[in-house]
């Protein structure tokens, strides 16, 4: 059974920095792409940032560059996301995902997900 348990989330002023932390299990860890997502209220699940095996980042705009930087421990099964900046409009409930294969397709569209933690960030 694949499990990605995601933690770290919380209430924070903005500004503020947070890092989430998505621990897997039930899976070959270094053969799949694991990305960040987040989903705002009333708001479609939105793709953040993914990571190769041997850390290649992907990324698809440069909206979040600079504020938002994924990384992941092979020996830990664990990813990151570490957040500065913080806005209020970041505020969303944040899933970890993992994608068997690398292409936009694949990593936009994951075979696992978590079950999410939420980030709120006050003004």
């Known amino acids: 059974q694949v499990l990605l348990v995601e933690s770290g989330g919380g209430l924070v002023q903005a500004g503020g920095s947070l890092r989430l932390s998505c621990a897997a299990s039930?899976?070959?860890?270094?053969?799949?792409?694991m990305g960040w997502f987040r989903q705002a209220p009333g708001k479609e699940r939105e793709f953040l940032r993914a990571?190769?095996?041997?850390?290649?980042?992907?990324y698809y705009d440069d909206s979040l560059k600079g504020r938002f930087t994924i990384s992941r421990d092979n020996a830990k099964y664990t990813v990151y996301l570490q957040m500065s900046s913080l806005k209020p409009e970041d505020t969303a409930v944040y899933y970890c995902?993992?994608?068997?294969?690398?292409?936009?397709?694949?990593?936009?569209?994951?075979?696992?997900w978590g079950q999410g933690t939420q980030v709120t960030v006050s003004s």
């Open positions: 995902a993992a994608s068997r294969g690398s292409g936009r397709m694949q990593v936009t569209h994951p075979d696992y």
């Open positions: 039930g899976l070959p860890f270094n053969s799949y792409v």
């Open positions: 990571i190769s095996w041997n850390g290649y980042n992907i």
